[in-house]
């Protein structure tokens, strides 16, 4: 027997232990109750190669659930495409990684719908299905899983969140007990009729190449040009190739926390085999946004009542670049990001200002940049959904007396 110095400290123990639900049914011999069916809700993610992609939950268990309706709740394990082969290597090798270590594109914390649980939930039939269109750099950011999104690449799309890390020395989870929360799906029945699940799975992907468009016909051989005749138009004016010609490219991907951080670097290059002589300025250039609404907003300083200076005549030498980075909160309005998302910046530049005052041959040119400048926006003093999720197909609600009109509804049918 213990001494009795030890009796305060067993006997909590001991208590514990007699109330302890597992150990009162193994003494009374009761069976252990059954597990919860899976509520059979699927998970579908439809790539695009161009314009968004699109994620779609749809219901096809037993029983109606209540499931968090968010895109923002996606996240990718993604295998980037292997890059091609080199002189010295004999082909690509695949990418090998341990067993759940492959990496992985998630939403940082500012874009996680962590404090929007109850306006974000939606109750789906069987049957019922809830859509929504995303863009992949909503999750990836700007790094190099998001360059890797390429024909080639291996996703295994999830939904919600992982399932906690378990110790090598714990044992195996309990079927019948529940995954511990947050739940992103829940039975609507008291009691539970499915199990709660803390994320869902998708089939693989792999991205692979758009059909290629049918190859032209041939062009028909020449023919011997016409004489000459009486009131006849003129030929083109011929063109030179080997002149100077710019190329203008901006940085493809951004990732800022707020607009103050939003930077683009923009970078000019002479293609042609002769030099350029150029007026350059940061006014010369001027930006298209598309908001993630689909709406468009023009920014620019407007340079047109500038005159050309002299010193500000700079020469680029075939090949040569010029770069400049432009902080696009002094081109845009505040409202052009006011809410967090995913953004597309064209790029346009305007060389109007000739050098004719000071008898310079100028380049006078207007090109836009090639391809354009996807931007994740994390923060932003609007939300990131202003209209609550509905159902494929259901008509959207009017809104409220004295409230802002919804966005553009984030499901279609």
């Avoid at 197909?393 to 919804?406: I, R, V």
Wanted: charged share 25%.
């Amino acid at each position: 027997m213990p001494p009795l110095k030890h009796l305060p400290w067993l006997l909590p123990l001991a208590a514990l232990g007699a109330a302890s639900p597992s150990s009162a049914r193994a003494d009374a011999g009761e069976p252990a109750p059954a597990p919860l069916p899976e509520a059979g809700v699927q998970l579908s993610v439809d790539p695009s190669a161009e314009g968004p992609w699109r994620m779609e939950l749809l219901n096809n268990g037993p029983a109606p659930v209540r499931i968090l309706a968010d895109a923002r709740l996606l996240w990718f394990e993604v295998i980037t495409a292997p890059e091609p082969s080199s002189a010295a290597r004999k082909g690509a090798r695949a990418q090998a990684f341990p067993r759940g270590k492959i990496p992985v594109c998630r939403p940082p914390a500012e874009l996680r719908p962590e404090g929007e649980f109850e306006r974000r939930a939606i109750l789906l039939r069987p049957g019922e299905r809830y859509s929504e269109p995303f863009d992949p750099m909503l999750l990836c950011g700007a790094s190099k899983l998001m360059a890797g999104l390429k024909p080639g690449a291996v996703i295994y799309p999830h939904y919600g969140y992982p399932d906690p890390p378990r110790k090598p020395w714990q044992k195996q989870p309990d079927l019948a007990a529940l995954p511990p929360a947050p739940h992103v799906l829940d039975s609507v029945s008291e009691p539970r009729a499915i199990r709660p699940a803390r994320g869902l799975e998708g089939g693989v992907l792999v991205l692979s190449r758009p059909p290629e468009a049918p190859a032209p016909a041939p062009a028909p051989a020449p023919s011997a040009p016409p004489a000459p005749t009486e009131g006849a138009p003129e030929p083109p004016p011929v063109v030179d190739e080997r002149g100077p010609r710019l190329q203008v490219s901006a940085t493809p991907l951004v990732d800022a926390h707020d607009r103050s951080g939003i930077t683009v670097t923009v970078t000019l290059k002479n293609e042609g085999h002769r030099p350029a002589l150029l007026h350059f300025r940061t006014d010369n250039l001027n930006f298209l946004v598309q908001t993630p609404e689909g709406t468009t907003v023009r920014c620019n300083q407007g340079d047109r009542g500038r005159s050309p200076v002299r010193d500000f005549f700079e020469t680029l030498r075939p090949g040569g670049r010029r770069s400049t980075t432009i902080r696009l909160q002094e081109f845009c309005p505040f409202e052009a990001f006011d809410r967090p998302g995913v953004y597309r910046i064209q790029t346009r530049l305007d060389l109007h200002q000739s050098g004719d005052a000071y008898r310079l041959p100028a380049l006078v040119s207007r090109e836009n940049a090639e391809g354009v400048t996807r931007l994740r926006l994390r923060t932003g003093p609007r939300p990131y959904h202003w209209a609550p999720p509905r159902l494929v197909g259901a008509a959207p609600s009017p809104p409220a007396a004295g409230t802002e009109p919804p966005e553009e509804p984030s499901t279609s049918p």
